[in-house]
């Protein structure tokens, strides 16, 4: 079946360094992919998706490219902000096995900016 | 636009009851899903309704069942609660059911089981 492989965190990151999030995934097909990120006492904001490969998804400030060829999907942040801490989901929707096209989540990376 | 509403937000339980959680989507939206997310197991699927009907269920037991209304709004059922039941369970709706279409979260009800 389908499954996301993300790095372990926490991730602790000086205000404007660059982030880099790993996110690889396992599926046939061609599902859509996700980044979701939840700040404490919250549910999932949708970050941004892409739906093809080659496709880059972007939104904050946020980037990450579908790669079909290596299947991943890491999330970058040219200059991170403390408000930007909070934990980030990868996820992947769909493909041939896609068992209805439910989300299937990673762990989860959690990410702490310090000033 | 409203975003998806879950009620109540906190419930605390004992071992045997039974609970109701409640979710309205987006308006418009007509698929709803359910996930529970705990510290130990992460963010799992129970399942999917679309116009009434459940499209998809994940690994939990029959204790667990949903529903979904003729306005798409949906309840999620656990009887019998165990310990191991405490978790946050999210509620998630998008337009359709489509790959593509991206699933938007309610900030969940948070259940504790005593």
């Known amino acids: 079946g389908n499954s996301v492989t993300q790095m372990e965190g926490p991730v602790t990151l000086s205000e404007e360094a660059f982030l880099t999030i790993n996110c690889t995934y396992t599926?046939?097909?061609?599902?859509?992919l996700f980044w979701y990120v939840q700040y404490p006492g919250e549910g999932l904001q949708l970050l941004l998706k892409a739906t093809k490969a080659d496709d880059k998804g972007s939104n904050k400030g946020f980037e990450a490219t579908y790669r079909k060829e290596t299947t991943s999907f890491h999330l970058e942040k040219g200059s991170v902000q403390v408000s930007d801490s909070a934990v980030y989901f990868c996820?992947?929707?769909?493909?041939?096995?896609?068992?209805?096209?439910?989300?299937?989540f990673g762990t989860g990376t959690q990410l702490k900016v310090e000033l | 636009k409203a975003g998806v509403t879950q009620t109540p937000r906190y419930l605390i339980k004992t071992r045997g009851q039974q609970v109701t959680l409640s979710c309205s989507p987006i308006?418009?939206?007509?698929?709803v899903s359910w996930y529970q997310q705990t510290p130990g197991q992460g963010l799992q699927f129970l399942f999917e309704y679309f116009s009434e009907t459940q499209r998809n269920k994940g690994n939990f037991p029959g204790r667990f069942s949903g529903r979904q209304f003729s306005n798409s709004r949906s309840e999620m059922n656990v009887s019998t609660l165990e310990l191991g039941d405490s978790a946050l369970y999210l509620c998630?709706?998008?337009?359709?059911?489509?790959?593509?279409?991206?699933?938007?979260f309610g900030d969940g009800t948070r259940l504790s089981i005593l």
């Open positions: 308006s418009g939206h007509r698929s």
């Open positions: 998630a709706s998008r337009q359709g059911i489509g790959d593509n279409q991206p699933q938007h």
């Open positions: 599926a046939t097909g061609y599902p859509s």
């Open positions: 996820a992947l929707q769909g493909g041939v096995t896609g068992g209805g096209n439910k989300l299937t």
